[in-house]
T-cell receptor, first 114, second 115 residues
Framework: DTAVSQTPKYLVTQMGNDKSIKCEQN?????MYWYKQDSKKFLKIMFS???????INETVPNRFSPKSPDKAHLNLHINSLELGDSAVYFC?????????????FGNGTRLTVT | AQSVAQPEDQVNVAEGNPLTVKCTYS??????LFWYVQYPNRGLQFLLK??????LVKGSYGFEAEFNKSQTSFHLKKPSALVSDSALYFC?????????????FGKGTKLSVIP
């Protein structure tokens, strides 16, 4: 199936731990994103990569570090997890172009920090 | 800066009635406008977009949206609501002239279709 897939779907961990979320897309897109959705369902862009180059880096703690080994993958590593990091993290992809390419989202990773 | 407002947290409509979910936007240039739907425990799914051309755009599942430049609005509509349309709906905008990849989302509107 063509899709944006992210793993794991659920992640429960304790404060202070380090964790990673992986994302892969097989849509042939050249741009990938990480979004954070909080408990009120508000969506906020965190990072975006185009062809492995960081192009959007919003104000997020530097405990969050994205890594793009190739244009089909964008992983998110989080150091020293805090309670406030609990949220649903969505990976998305799109194709750069002048016509406003829509984003394709994964199904999310629900991170719970205890 | 670009922004989106969805003035209603929740919209309730009876099955079979028409529905409207409101969205207004602000950009410095021309807008690219999008509607997405989110079902529980799922990612956002693209419904439709306005780039240029006809102000009325049609999308998936019988939804349509009307672009109104003077009112800076892009309301989502459907002539006859289904119970299965119950979900969270997000409006989003990108400034076409800014050369930006950044898509800004509204806070979402929960649509409940009552049988």
């Amino acid at each position: 199936d063509t899709a944006v897939s992210q793993t794991p779907k659920y992640l429960v961990t304790q404060m202070g731990n380090d964790k990673s979320i992986k994302c892969e897309q097989n849509l042939g897109h050249d741009t990938m994103y990480w979004y954070k959705q909080d408990s009120k369902k508000f969506l906020k862009i965190m990072f975006s990569y185009n062809n492995k180059e960081l192009i959007i880096n919003e104000t997020v703690p530097n405990r969050f570090s994205p890594k793009s080994p190739d244009k089909a993958h964008l992983n998110l590593h989080i150091n020293s997890l805090e309670l406030g990091d609990s949220a649903v993290y969505f990976c998305a992809s799109s194709q750069k172009g002048p016509q406003g390419s829509p984003l394709h989202f994964g199904n999310g990773t629900r991170l719970t920090v205890t | 800066a670009q922004s989106v407002a969805q003035p209603e947290d929740q919209v309730n409509v009876a099955e079979g009635n028409p529905l409207t979910v409101k969205c207004t936007y602000s950009v410095s240039g021309n807008p690219y406008l999008f509607w997405y739907v989110q079902y529980p425990n799922r990612g956002l799914q693209f419904l439709l977009k306005y780039i240029t051309g006809d102000n009325l755009v049609k999308g998936s599942y019988g939804f349509e949206a009307e672009f109104n430049k003077s009112q800076t609005s892009f309301h989502l509509k459907k002539p006859s609501a289904l119970v299965s349309d119950s979900a969270l709906y997000f409006c989003a905008v990108r400034d076409a002239g800014a050369g930006s990849y950044q898509l800004t989302f509204g806070k979402g509107t929960k649509l409940s279709v009552i049988p």
